[in-house]
């Protein structure tokens, strides 16, 4: 992955107000919050680079984001409501610093039925009417449910999606289609959601919808790290933390991988709730049982030509090859190719300025077994990528144009690459299936942000960033 230039601090500052963990979206939210404020704030990333999952790399001369598909969120410029405009209050950006051009369309698609949806909830309001007319009023009934729900309520994150969902819809493929993208973007349990959760990213997707920056997640984090060394803020790269000091239930210092201790009056992980109790030896063997199993392989296909120009001009697709949507941990075999998520970031409306990207790519991604793709040796690993890059690409093109003879490169990850950038366990892109909304640990200075927090995605990431350094930092100054 490539680095930021000069993003490394030269201060050698040991004693701060607040050390952070993590220079992913999170961290450098609350990095930029805290020192708007005149805090004296260290953000701390065990890697050369930043970003965690999304980040970006460069091979063979082309940019390749990691983790972006899509932001979700998105609003139109001006609008006074809503994740996206909090955050651009909060962090005194403007809406243009991001470039966000918004999605052409995307869908959802099972087994001879599909239903499209943009940014507009009124166009996939009507397509539910269509394909499913005994259940347009079901809909209504949802959407009106949804209307003033509270995003830190923990009681809503003890409650059934599924439950819930089946109380007010009478057709199960329809609870099947809805639940498919929700918890592709953001949903850590295996099976059912959290009611929470699930509000959460019905809002992020179908309420306010998908946008991409034209040049990708890099613009949002040099923005991000612009911002935050403007504000004298200090970003230490390749600094893992090995231990938190632990005494009388407060953190009192930062040890890293190197021996230099910190010091500061609290902390805040974006590491996840079981890495963070693991830096802080309070970790039972309970505790690492209940860490996330979600975890992901993804395809980067380039193309010789724009995927519109083979038919696939939709933003995102969604599939499911049954009418039973099964979230769960791959155990079986490497890769479930069942299901799967296509994006190409070809495919948002871009200005005429900006023209479109030089290639074409589709990015493909389904779920894997990070245990399995952690214990194969190098060759076998590298084989195993070409393999199951061939079966996730055949299952897909069952719901999209075959672009296989349009492909000129390609590149995957795997679980095994995402534990290596978000030291998370098991490569689990969403973290923990229990959530802890207040961000609270068991020490009295030690606070969580990020996706073990609740909040997920690149505007949810950020403004669970704000919103802790807002509830623990800046409320305590």
């Known amino acids: ?25 999170s961290g450098l939210a609350a990095g930029i919050r805290l020192a708007m404020y005149d805090h004296r704030v260290c953000v701390l990333e065990k890697h050369w680079t930043i970003g965690g999952l999304n980040s970006f790399y460069r091979v063979n001369g082309r940019n390749y984001d990691v983790g972006l598909h899509a932001m979700t969120n998105f609003t139109q410029r001006g609008a006074k409501k809503g994740p996206l405009a909090r955050l651009l209050k909060q962090l005194r950006f403007r809406w243009d610093d991001f470039q966000l051009a918004p999605q052409r369309g995307s869908s959802i698609a099972f087994p001879g039925i599909e239903l499209c949806f943009d940014n507009n909830i009124e166009f996939f309001q009507n397509q539910v009417a269509e394909k499913f007319p005994h259940q347009k009023d079901a809909f209504a009934k949802l959407l009106a449910t949804l209307a003033d729900y509270d995003d830190l309520k923990q009681e809503d994150f003890d409650c059934s999606t599924r439950k819930i969902l089946e109380e007010i819809f009478s057709d199960p493929l329809l609870i099947e289609m809805i639940l498919c993208p929700l918890m592709w973007y953001g949903n850590a349990k295996e099976h059912d959601m959290d009611w929470g959760q699930f509000c959460i990213m019905f809002r992020s997707i179908f309420l306010e919808g998908f946008a991409r920056p034209y040049k990708g997640v890099r613009l949002i984090l040099k923005n991000l790290v612009r911002r935050f060394r403007e504000l004298g803020g200090q970003l230490k790269l390749r600094s893992g933390v090995a231990k938190l000091h632990v005494e009388n239930q407060n ?31 309070h970790l ?48 079986d075999s490497l890769c479930d190719v069942r299901t799967g998520v296509i994006c190409s970031p070809n495919n948002y409306e871009y200005t005429l300025d900006e023209g479109n990207l030089e290639a074409g790519f589709v990015r493909l991604t389904t779920i894997a077994d ?22 996730a690409v055949a299952s897909c093109v069952r719901f999209i144009p075959d672009f296989r003879r349009h492909v000129i490169d390609t590149d995957v990850f795997t679980p095994k690459t995402i534990r290596r950038f978000t030291s998370h366990d098991n490569g689990a892109v969403y973290g923990a299936p229990e959530k802890k909304l207040d961000g609270t640990t068991h020490l009295g200075n030690l606070f969580l942000c990020g996706t073990d927090q609740g909040f997920v995605g690149i505007v949810g990431a950020i403004v669970s960033g704000i919103s802790m350094a807002n509830r623990h930092c800046l409320s305590q100054s």
């Open 1 to 25: 992955m490539s680095q930021l230039p000069h993003s490394e601090s030269s201060g050698s500052e040991t004693d701060f107000d607040t050390i952070i963990i993590g220079a992913g979206m």
């Open 284 to 331: 039972s063997e309970e505790k690492v049982q209940q860490a996330g199993q979600m975890s992901f392989v993804e395809s980067i296909s380039v193309l010789d030509c724009q995927p519109s120009a083979i038919g696939f001009d939709k933003t995102i697709v969604f599939y499911n090859d049954s009418p039973k949507f099964h979230w769960e941990r791959c155990r």
């Open 370 to 391: 990070p245990d399995r793709w952690s214990n194969l040796g190098e060759l076998e690993y590298q084989r195993q990528k070409y393999h199951w890059y061939d079966a």
């Open 251 to 281: 953190v009192t210092a930062v040890e890293l991988e190197d021996g230099t201790i910190l010091t500061a009056k609290r902390v805040l992980s974006s590491a996840g709730m079981i890495e963070t109790l693991r830096m802080c030896d």
